[in-house]
C-alpha cells in the first residue's frame, strides 16, 4: 500500500506554490510578444491547412501561447481567485478574437481555398476529442507544478491542438461554410473546457489553499458551472462519436456486400458510390445486366444485412449503356486505326517491291559477270527511266562497266545473258571510261 502511494505520489517533485501560481499568472496576459507569438502561430497554422502540411501544422501548435489563459482559468476555479479568472476569461476571449480574425483575413486573401484533409479532419470532434483533451490537460498541468518542466509542454501542445481548430473555423467564416466554422469551433471549445476541468482537478487533488475563503453556496455554483459544461460538451461529441461508429460499420458491411453479391460472382463493378447518411448503395457493372426481378431480390438482400437496414440500392444500368456505346466508339476508333496502319503497311511494302525492281544486287553480278568477261574491272547495273516525248516514258536497264573496251558482239552476249538473268528485257551496256 505504501509502495503505491509513494508511486502515484504527485507531491513529490512539486514545484513552489507560489513560484506555480505566479508563472500560470503571468502567462495568462496576451500583450506584447505573446500577441505577436499567436499571431504569426495563427498565419503559420492556416499556411499548414491550406496546404496540408502536417509539420507545418505541428509547429504551429508548438509556438502557440494559448494553453496560458486556459490552465490560468481552471487554476483560478480550483483555488477559487476570481480576479484571475476573469483574467484568464478576458484574454481567452482576446486569444480567440484575434485568432479567427487573423485566419479569417488569411483564408481570405489566399486564393487556394479548396477543403484539404486537414482542415477536414477539425471538423467533426466526438468523445475521443474530449478524451485527449482531458488527458492531455491533465499532464500539461502536472508538467506545470513540477520542479523539471522536463518534455511533456511541447507534446501536450501538439495532442490537444487548439490551434488548427480556430484557423478551420476562419477557414468556414471566410468561405461561407457554417458547418465547417461549427464543427471547428466547437472542438475548439471542447480543447479548452477539458484542459480547464483537468487543471481544476489536479490542482483540488494537490490541495493548493483557496485564495479566499468562499461559503458552500460559491463552492456549489463552481461545481455546478463545471458539470454544466461537462454535459454541454460531452453530450454532443458522444452522439457525434456514435454516428461515426455507425458510418463506420456501414462502410464496412456495404463492402461486405458487394464482394459476396458481385465480386466474388465475377461482376466487375466499374463504379460504387456509398453514403451513411442518406443510407445509400449505387452500383455499376462493367458488363453484367440485371432484370428487374434480380434487382428486387438485391434489395431485399441488402436490407437484410445488419447495419444495411433501409439502405437504397441503386443499380446503374443506363450507365451500362453508354459505357458500352462508349466502348464500341472506341473499338471503332481502333479498326480505324488498324485500317488505316495496314494501308500504311501496303503502300510501303508496294514501295519496298518497286524499290527492290529498280536496285540489283551489283556485287554478286559483278561476281558472276568476271567469270564470263574478265577484262570487266567493276560493274553497276541500275533501272532508269527516260522521258522521251511528252507523254512518254522509256525503262532501260543500265549496265555501266569499267575494264578493257568489249567488242560489240560481246557487248551484245552480255546483254543477252543479263536479260535471262534478271527477267528484263531492256539491258543496254555503256563503257564508263
Known sequence: MALSKSLFNLLEGEDNRDKTLETVSNNVTFKGANLWILACA??????????????????????????????????????????????????????????LTVSTLYFLITPFKDVQSELLARTAPNIYDILIAF??????????????????????????ALMPPLCTAGYGLATGQWSYFAGAFYLYCINCVFIGIATF?????????????????????????????????????????????????????????INNEFTDKGF???????????????LAMLSKRF????????????????????????????????????????????????NEINQKDVKIIQLEKQLAKNTFDNKKLFEEVGALFPQIKSLSVSRHDFAV????????????????????????????WLNKRLAVNDVQVFNAQ
Open 135 to 160: 488527458f492531455g490537460g491533465i499532464v500539461g498541468v502536472i508538467a506545470v507544478t513540477r520542479v523539471e518542466k522536463g518534455n511533456p509542454i511541447p507534446g501536450v501542445a501538439i495532442a490537444t
Open 42 to 99: 495563427i498565419i503559420v497554422a492556416s499556411v499548414g491547412l491550406n496546404v496540408n502540411s502536417t509539420a507545418v501544422i505541428i509547429g504551429a501548435m508548438l509556438i502557440s501561447p494559448l494553453m496560458g489563459p486556459i490552465v490560468g482559468a481552471g487554476f483560478a476555479l480550483a483555488i477559487f481567485d476570481f480576479a484571475l479568472l476573469r483574467k484568464s476569461l478576458m484574454n481567452l476571449l482576446v486569444a480567440t478574437v484575434v485568432s
Open 268 to 282: 466487375t463493378v466499374v463504379y460504387k458510390k456509398t453514403s451513411a447518411s442518406p443510407k445509400l448503395i449505387e
Open 291 to 338: 432484370t428487374d426481378v434480380e434487382i428486387d431480390s438485391l434489395k431485399h438482400r441488402v436490407n437484410r444485412m445488419e447495419y444495411l437496414a433501409g439502405t437504397k440500392l441503386v443499380i446503374r444500368q443506363d450507365s451500362l449503356d453508354r459505357f458500352n456505346a462508349l466502348k464500341g466508339d472506341i473499338l471503332n476508333q481502333i479498326r480505324s486505326s488498324e
Open 201 to 257: 482537478l489536479i490542482i483540488k487533488y494537490l490541495k493548493y489553499p483557496a485564495k479566499k475563503q468562499v461559503n458552500e453556496r460559491q463552492q456549489k455554483l463552481v461545481r455546478n458551472t463545471i458539470w454544466v459544461l461537462i454535459i454541454i460538451m460531452i453530450v454532443p461529441s458522444s452522439y457525434l462519436a456514435y454516428s461515426l461508429y455507425k458510418e463506420q460499420q456501414f462502410k464496412k458491411s456495404a463492402d461486405t456486400f
Open 389 to 416: 516525248q511528252k507523254d512518254s516514258v522509256k525503262h532501260i536497264t543500265a549496265v555501266l562497266y569499267t575494264g578493257k573496251l568489249l567488242k560489240n558482239d560481246e557487248k551484245e552476249k552480255l546483254a543477252n
